[in-house]
């Protein structure tokens, strides 16, 4: 995906808004996360000397009778260093199972870009700029760009969905512990089918987007705010309550999802407004279509059995 | 009932296991849908029906040798534990 983006890069870079380098606060482009080391230790070293002054005495005893006995020292030694060659093995292999860096970029927000996407969750309509800014070819980190996708909402939107599953269960006297697992598990079997129903379709359809498998799996895991959103309001206020505001969230993910995934999976030119004529767009418009239309049938089906 | 993880793999093994055994010859060919049929134009984008046959063969050319392992495996499993 990304060798076709080079080819049609010089075609498309009008429309990708380069956000200038030398922007405040924004320091390295790279650097997803702000380094907040030297404060921290300088804080904790002060803590922990004054704890420490406090008790020396009670940490002497049991230390020195420990380590007096030199099989143990030895037996520490070989230990500690059994541990650390393992960690040194898991690191340096990790990278080959789970994308680590590419997963860091997913998690780099900060608690304002949470507020005003759960904000944009719920009210997308008055949202006007969709695209996400470019920093040199890279996607700029969520924290500076509220269209970019995220894995923390969705992973704390599941998380708490299974939680509230629980929760409403037990109000209705049908909780056992294994339960909160079928849940879990029903959802995530949902998310993979979807996943890989997406994929195959955009696969059929050669669509040559910059949708990569986790911004799809970021994308669908917003749902998972509404349902919360709807189950909530179904615990406190009855059916009334759940079906006002599981419609409004399902109006309102239908709206966030078609208007995000336009500009990923339309061409250039439809993505601005401009009707283009031709079957291969139209099918890029129903599949658009098809996806966003199935994120409410979800809500819908992953939630009802929770409200009586 | 509920529609768990588990369920979704053994669906997966089942839908795989089906696309791996439509044979070319006795049957793709017949319905129009060998490899060699629907080859397009060069400078054009492949339809549907022409990614839809690439897929097929590459699934099949893919999955056949571990699909065996993991069907082993698998009625093995179920023999036992049911």
């Known amino acids: ?308 | 009932m509920t529609f768990t993880l588990y369920s979704l793999l053994q669906a997966s093994l089942l839908c795989l296991n089906a696309t791996a055994l439509l044979h070319e010859e006795r049957y793709l060919k017949n319905i129009g849908w060998g490899t060699d049929q629907g080859i397009g134009g060069f400078g054009e984008k492949p339809g549907i029906k022409s990614q839809l046959m690439n897929l097929i063969r590459s699934v099949r050319t893919v999955v056949r040798m571990p699909l065996i392992i993991v069907k082993s495996i698998a009625i093995v499993l179920l023999l036992l534990f049911g």
């Open chain 1, 1 to 308: 995906m990304h060798s076709a983006d080079a080819a049609a890069g010089t075609a498309r870079q009008p429309s990708k808004r380069r956000v200038p380098v030398s922007q405040p606060g924004m320091g390295d482009p790279h650097q997803l996360f702000d380094d907040t080391s030297s404060a921290q230790s300088r804080g904790y070293g002060a803590q922990r000397a004054a704890g420490g002054l406090g008790y020396p005495a009670a940490a002497a005893s049991p230390q020195a009778t420990f380590l007096d006995d030199p099989m143990s020292n030895v037996a520490m030694a070989y230990g500690s260093s059994l541990a650390a060659h393992g960690k040194e093995l898991v690191d340096k292999n990790i990278n080959r199972f789970i994308p680590v860096t590419k997963l860091k970029y997913y998690f780099a927000v900060d608690t304002m870009y949470v507020g005003r996407k759960l904000g944009l969750l719920f009210f997308p309509y008055l949202h006007q700029d969709w695209e996400v800014q470019y920093q040199q070819d890279t996607p700029v980190a969520p924290r500076f760009d509220i269209n970019a996708p995220d894995l923390y909402i969705p992973a704390m939107a599941f998380i708490t969905y299974v939680l509230v599953a629980g929760l409403a269960l037990g109000t209705q006297d049908r909780f056992s512990p294994d339960i909160l697992g079928l849940q879990a598990s029903s959802a995530l079997a949902w998310l993979t089918l979807e996943v890989v129903a997406i994929l195959l379709s955009l696969y059929l359809v050669t669509v040559n987007t910059d949708l990569t498998t986790i911004d799809l799996v970021a994308f669908l895991g917003y749902k998972y705010v509404g349902m919360i959103g709807g189950v909530l309001m179904g615990l406190l206020f009855g059916k009334i309550g759940y079906y006002l505001v599981l419609g409004w969230c399902c109006v309102s993910i239908f709206v966030f999802m078609i208007r995000t995934l336009r500009l990923k999976i339309l061409a250039e030119a439809a993505a601005e407004g401009v009707p283009v004529r031709g079957a291969r767009n139209q099918l890029r418009m129903y599949l658009t279509m098809a996806v966003a239309a199935a994120q409410p049938l979800l809500m819908y089906w992953l939630t009802f059995h929770l409200v009586r």
